[in-house]
């Protein structure tokens, strides 16, 4: 997790942004700590128990809970989930229709994207190697997208301008810009 945490700082500090959206926040920590930053953030996710625990975690920083809301991230929209930046890491492998929520992502975002997902093969092989969902060969619970490098920055190319990309292990993560 240090790589991952390292190259998404890593990115986040490139563009300076003064908004940030976290599709997928999960408990928050991101959003917390961007906004101790000086950085206006915010995050939504589609669940209500996970919304509510960062929620509890934002409290607990002194930071005001609206910063959180229900929501997929097939409802964001203009009015409420603009911002310079919107982060989407480890939710388009979880995605029925990822290419809704690319053009979702795209509809939001001002300038900048961030998009990570789990490099596979190598994923499953990690798993596999601690001895985890040997029975699905290393398909993590929820996944249901799998890409390699090379695919997902194809992918992810046809709807930004892919600025830079990370490969801390076992995940892609990329900067995009927005294409207008």
Known sequence: MKGFSASLSDLVEKV????IHE???GEGYWVIDWNKQGIDARGSDFSDKVISLAKENAKSA???TEKFSTRSIY??????DS????????????LEDPKSGLEALHRVANKYVIVSVPREPIWRALNLARGKYIGSLGNTPGHIQHW????IIDFVGRYFEVVEVKKPLPWTMMLCRIKR
């Open 148 to 151: 390699s490098s090379r695919g």
């Open 62 to 64: 002194g930071l005001p």
């Open 16 to 19: 300076e942004p003064k908004t």
């Open 75 to 80: 409802e964001i929209n203009n009015d409420e």
């Open 83 to 94: 911002a310079e930046l919107v982060v989407c890491c480890e939710v388009l492998e979880h």
């Open 23 to 25: 599709v997928g926040c």
